[in-house]
C-alpha cells in the first residue's frame, strides 16, 4: 500500500479522483482527492450509484462511463471527455478520472446564471433536473438541493408535462427548440413561458439540454390590458358591469393580485360597486366605514397609495383593514368624476408581493383609473339621457294641469286589458265623466278657479278608485275612469261612490271663496272582440243620457243598450 502512497498523493496535488465502478455502474472504490471533486469524503461514495454524484461532475462522470460501457470491445483505450476520461477493467467494470476543473468551471457557470434575469435549468437524458440556477429556484420556491436529480414533472401537472415532453425529445436530439405556451405548475399557478432548449453536446453526443425560461405572462397581461383599455370603454355590446369586470380582472392578472374593487365614496360610507375577485371577502352593495378602509389612505394621498407587505408597513400596519382583513398587498388610486371625488380603484391580496409596485405597475393603475372614470362617466350620462327620456315620456304620457294620465297612456292602458280580456276571460268596464255646468265655473270665477277645479276633481276621483284602477283627462272637463275585473253592476256602484264624493265635496279658491259642484257619468262594460272606440262610444251616450235626464246622475247600458239610471238628483 506504502508503494503507492505517492499515486494518492498526486492525485490530491491535482485536484484530481479516480472512481471504480462496478459493471452494475456502483461505486467501488474513490482514490484521489474525493472532498475537492465530489465535495464528500471518499468512502462517503462507496455503494452508491453513479448518478448519485453531484453537478457537472455527474454530467461529464455520467458521459465518460456511458461511452466506456460503449466501448468495451476495446478495454485497453481511455476515452477523453472534457478534463476527464474513462477506462474499462477486465471484470467489465470502469475507472472514472475526474477533475476539480469540471467542478470549478460548474461553479463559474452557476456564478453567472444566478446573475441572469432569467431562469436556467439542465435536465439529463432521463429528464431528471441537474442545475437550476437562482432564479429558477426563486419562482419554484424550493432550494436547490431538493430540485436536484429530480424528475421535471415533479413541477408540472400531467397535462402540463404531456405537452412539452415531446419538445424534450427534439432536444435531446440535437435540435435547439424554441416556443412559447402556457404551463400549469403543481402548485396551481398557469404562466405562460417562453422557452428556449440549448442541446449539450460532448464530442457528438448530447448530455442533455439547458433549458432557457422567461415568464412572459405579465408581459401579455400588459398586452391584454392595454388592448382592452383602448377597446373596452367604447364597446357597446357589452354592459358596464362586463366591461368594468373585465378591465378589473385583466388588471388582477397582470398585478398577479386577488381581489379587484371599484368603491364609491359618499361622506364616511364606502361602498363596492364591482367586485372581481375568486374568493373576495367583500361583494357588490357591501359598505364599510371609509375610516376602516385602506381607501382612506388612498384619499389622503390624493393619487396611488402602494404597499406590498402591510405588516411591515408604518404607514398601514395597525390599521382596521389591516386587522380585520390581513391584506398584505394594496395599490389604489381615487377615481373622479367632473372633478370631484367619486371613490377609488383598488386591488389587493392576503399574500405579501415579492417584489415593490414599478413605475410601470403605478402608471397601468393611473391609465386604468382614467379608463373606469369614463366608464362610471359614459353610464353617469347614459342615465341622465334615459331619465330625461322617461321624464319626456312622462310628459306626453300625463295631464300637465292635474298630473293624471292622458289619452295617450288610456289608449295604451284599455289596449292591454282588451288583450287581458280576449286572452283570459277576464272584464273590465269604463265610465265617462263631466262636470256639470263647467262653463258657468270660468266665466264667474276665471279660468284660474277652473283650473283649481280640474285639480281637485282629479284627486277626487282617485281617492275613490281602487289599487289598479286608472283616471285620466281626456279634455277639458271630461275625465275616463277604468276599472280592472269590474263588471257592469260593480262599475255603476263605484260611479255612483265617485258621484256622490264630489256631490259632497266643497272647493276652497284660492282667493278664499267656495264651490261646489256635481258630475255626470256614463259606464259601460267591455265586450270581448269590440275595441277601444265602441266601448267609449257606449259610455260616452250614457254621459250624455245622464245629462239630457237632469244631470249629476249615473248612467249605464245594459247589453240590450237600453239606458238604465243608476242615479238622479
Known amino acids: 500500500m506504502e508503494r503507492f502512497a505517492w499515486v494518492e498523493e498526486a492525485l490530491v496535488s491535482s485536484g484530481t479522483v479516480l472512481v471504480r465502478l462496478t459493471p452494475e455502474l456502483q461505486v467501488h472504490d474513490v482514490v484521489g482527492d474525493a472532498v475537492r471533486v465530489l465535495g464528500e469524503p471518499g468512502d462517503v461514495w462507496i455503494g452508491r450509484g453513479l448518478a448519485e454524484l453531484p453537478g457537472e461532475v455527474a454530467r461529464v462522470a455520467e458521459a465518460l462511463a456511458s461511452r466506456g460501457v460503449a466501448h468495451a470491445a476495446k478495454p485497453s483505450m481511455p476515452l477523453e471527455l472534457g478534463d476527464g476520461s474513462c477506462c474499462r477493467l477486465a471484470d467489465g467494470g470502469l475507472v472514472l478520472r475526474l477533475s476539480a476543473r469540471q467542478k470549478a468551471s460548474r461553479g463559474v457557470i452557476a456564478r453567472m446564471a444566478d446573475h441572469l434575469p432569467v431562469m436556467v435549468a439542465y435536465v439529463d437524458r432521463d429528464f431528471c433536473f441537474r442545475f437550476n440556477n437562482r432564479a429558477y429556484l426563486d419562482f419554484i420556491g424550493q432550494p436547490a438541493e431538493a430540485l436536484m436529480g429530480q424528475p421535471v414533472s415533479s413541477v408540472l401537472d400531467a397535462d402540463s408535462y404531456a405537452k412539452i415532453r415531446p419538445r424534450f425529445d427534439l432536444a435531446l436530439a440535437g435540435q435547439e427548440v424554441s416556443y412559447e405556451d402556457s404551463l400549469v405548475l403543481q402548485d396551481g399557478r398557469q404562466i405562460y413561458f417562453k422557452v428556449h432548449y440549448l442541446p449539450d453536446v460532448v464530442e457528438d453526443e448530447v448530455m ?22 383602448h377597446t373596452g370603454v367604447n364597446r357597446t355590446d357589452i354592459g358596464v358591469t362586463e366591461i368594468v369586470d373585465m378591465l378589473l380582472r385583466d388588471a388582477l392578472s397582470y398585478l398577479r393580485l386577488d381581489i379587484a374593487l371599484v368603491s364609491q365614496v359618499e361622506g364616511e360610507c364606502y361602498t363596492v360597486r364591482w367586485a372581481a375577485s375568486d374568493n373576495a371577502p367583500v361583494g357588490a352593495g357591501d359598505s364599510f366605514a371609509l375610516g376602516d378602509t385602506y381607501c382612506r389612505l388612498t384619499l389622503d394621498a390624493d393619487d396611488v397609495f402602494h404597499t406590498h407587505r402591510a405588516g411591515q408597513d408604518e404607514r398601514v400596519k395597525g390599521h382596521p383593514c389591516y386587522e ?22 383598488n386591488f389587493s391580496s392576503p399574500s405579501a408581493r415579492r417584489h415593490a409596485f414599478s413605475e410601470v405597475d403605478i402608471e397601468l393603475v393611473r391609465l386604468l383609473v382614467g379608463a373606469v372614470e369614463r366608464v362610471i362617466s359614459n353610464e353617469m350620462e347614459v342615465e341622465r339621457i334615459r331619465l330625461e327620456r322617461d321624464q319626456l315620456e312622462d310628459q306626453a304620457m300625463t295631464d300637465a294641469l292635474t298630473g293624471l294620465p292622458n289619452r295617450s297612456q288610456l289608449d295604451r292602458h284599455v289596449t292591454r286589458l282588451i288583450e287581458e280580456c280576449d286572452s283570459g276571460g277576464m272584464v273590465f268596464s269604463l265610465a265617462a265623466v263631466d262636470i256639470d255646468f263647467f262653463k258657468q265655473v270660468n266665466d264667474g270665477f276665471g279660468h284660474s278657479a277652473g283650473d283649481q277645479v280640474l285639480t281637485w276633481l282629479a284627486q277626487t276621483v282617485a281617492n275613490c278608485l281602487r289599487d289598479g284602477d286608472l283616471v285620466a283627462r281626456t279634455g277639458g272637463e271630461e275625465f275616463v275612469v277604468v276599472m280592472r275585473r269590474t263588471a257592469l253592476p260593480e262599475a255603476i256602484k263605484a260611479a255612483e261612490r265617485v258621484r256622490r264624493a264630489v256631490e259632497g265635496g266643497e272647493i276652497t279658491l284660492s282667493d278664499g271663496q267656495t264651490i261646489r259642484i256635481t258630475i255626470s257619468i256614463g259606464v259601460s262594460q267591455y265586450r270581448k272582440g269590440e275595441g277601444f272606440a265602441p266601448l267609449f262610444e257606449r ?13 249629476n246622475r249615473v248612467c249605464a247600458a245594459t247589453d240590450g243598450e237600453s239606458s238604465q239610471e243608476a242615479s238622479r238628483v
Not at 442533455?208 to 383599455?229: C, H, K, N, P, T
Not at 380585520?324 to 371625488?341: D, H
Open 539 to 551: 259610455a260616452d251616450r250614457r254621459l250624455y243620457s245622464a245629462k239630457r235626464s237632469g244631470r
Open 208 to 229: 442533455g439540454f439547458y433549458a432557457i425560461i422567461q415568464d412572459v405572462s405579465e408581459y401579455r397581461s400588459m398586452i391584454q390590458l392595454l388592448r382592452d383599455v
Open 324 to 345: 380585520n382583513f390581513q391584506l398584505e398587498t394594496y395599490i389604489g388610486a381615487p377615481l373622479r368624476i367632473q372633478g370631484k371625488v367619486w371613490g377609488t380603484l
